[in-house]
């Protein structure tokens, strides 16, 4: 279930509550009844270190990109590497 942040507008006062998607927003704050504004806040997720998406996908010019770009290049098609389209399939 996904912690949602709200603020409310005339204390201030923010306000943390765990509720499922299919539940009604806070209204109405807790310590003085006032409006209450939905927060957008950061995300606590984060992708650290190596992995497919690091490996594979974010580094156009890595290591494997780079050595077949010359063949690639050399092939006349469309690689990252040398400005193309290509994913960095290989073929």
Same mark, same amino acid.
């Given at each position: ?6 603020? &409310? ?22 310590? &003085?009844?006032?409006?209450? *504004? *939905? ?8 992708? *650290? ?10 580094? &156009? ?27 960095? &399939?290989?073929?």
């Amino acid at each position: 279930m996904p912690i949602y942040e709200y603020e &409310c507008q005339e204390c201030q006062k923010v306000v943390e509550q765990w509720q499922s998607i299919s539940e009604a927003p806070l209204s109405s704050c807790p310590e &003085c009844s006032g409006e209450m *504004k *939905k927060l957008i806040s950061s995300s606590s997720f984060q992708l *650290k270190g190596g992995g497919w998406y690091a490996d594979g996908y974010s580094n &156009c010019g890595s290591a494997s990109a780079s050595s077949s770009s010359s063949t690639d290049s050399a092939k006349g098609s469309s690689c990252p590497a040398a400005g193309g389209g290509c994913g960095g &399939c290989g073929s």
